[in-house]
């Protein structure tokens, strides 16, 4: 069980395109779900924070209007890259978590998005 | 939340136990102590968590000293696919549960 996907696996766009990643829970319903960054050698950072029926919660530095989080199930959310350059190539991770609580967050396996 | 300190790197061998220390010394006693870790280019994997309390599971072991200010997992029996970048994160339950704050974890290679 806990199983969360992400699609795509890896994604080649243009620059000043957008790109949309979606993540699924697929065996439980998640409150929330979590959106992470991961440039190469680097750890995770968390992005935003995004629960269900309600507007995400970003983490400074991060820009809401760049990063558009939409979290419109109980099983999806979708992070939106608008406009993409080169610099937002990286590895974007997100993760889900059962409700409320203690409960554990489990994530998917990433999209690593390049921009030529 | 209370931050964490692992060792940067660790060897291990094939079919002995790893044994991962984290240092939390500034834990508070409503935060609970949980390990993920990365496989290259794959999202993080959930391993075990708890709170005071030694934990076990099928894929590790968790000790945490009386005092809660370090822990241990251990791998039973590393396996080569047991290589990955290993983070102990300490998270508090309030409202800002599942913010994970990602430290650099320690990278540990099992060699055959």
């Known amino acids: 069980g806990a199983v969360v996907s992400q699609h795509p696996s890896r994604v080649i766009c243009k620059s000043g395109t957008s790109v949309k990643i979606e993540c699924r829970s697929l065996?439980?319903?998640?409150?929330?779900m979590f959106w992470y960054r991961q440039f190469p050698k680097q750890s995770l950072m968390l992005m935003a924070t995004?629960?269900?029926?309600?507007?995400?919660?970003?983490e400074q530095g991060v820009e809401k209007d760049k990063f558009l989080i939409n979290h419109a199930s109980l099983t999806l959310s979708t992070l939106t890259v608008t406009s993409a350059h080169p610099e937002d190539s990286s590895f974007y991770i997100c993760?889900?978590?059962?409700?409320?609580?203690?409960?554990?967050?489990?994530f998917g396996p990433g999209t690593r998005l390049t921009v030529l | 939340d209370a931050k964490t300190t692992q060792p940067p790197s660790m060897d291990c061998a094939e079919g002995r136990a790893a044994n991962l220390p984290c240092n939390h010394s500034?834990?508070?006693?409503?935060?609970?102590v949980y390990w993920y870790r990365q496989i290259h280019s794959q999202g993080p994997q959930y391993i075990i968590h708890?709170?005071?309390n030694n934990e076990t599971n099928e894929m590790a072991s968790l000790i945490i000293t009386e005092d809660r200010k370090s822990s241990t997992l251990i791998l039973p029996h590393a396996t080569l696919r047991d290589t990955a970048v290993y983070y102990c994160?300490?998270?508090?339950?309030?409202?800002?549960?599942?913010?994970?704050?990602f430290g650099a974890g320690t990278q540990v290679v099992v060699t055959p």
């Open positions: 993760s889900a978590r059962h409700g409320k609580g203690t409960d554990t967050q489990y």
């Open positions: 065996d439980f319903q998640a409150t929330t």
């Open positions: 995004s629960n269900e029926g309600s507007k995400a919660t970003y």
């Open positions: 500034t834990i508070s006693g409503n935060e609970y």
């Open positions: 708890g709170l005071k």
């Open positions: 994160i300490v998270i508090r339950a309030t409202d800002s549960w599942g913010k994970l704050q």
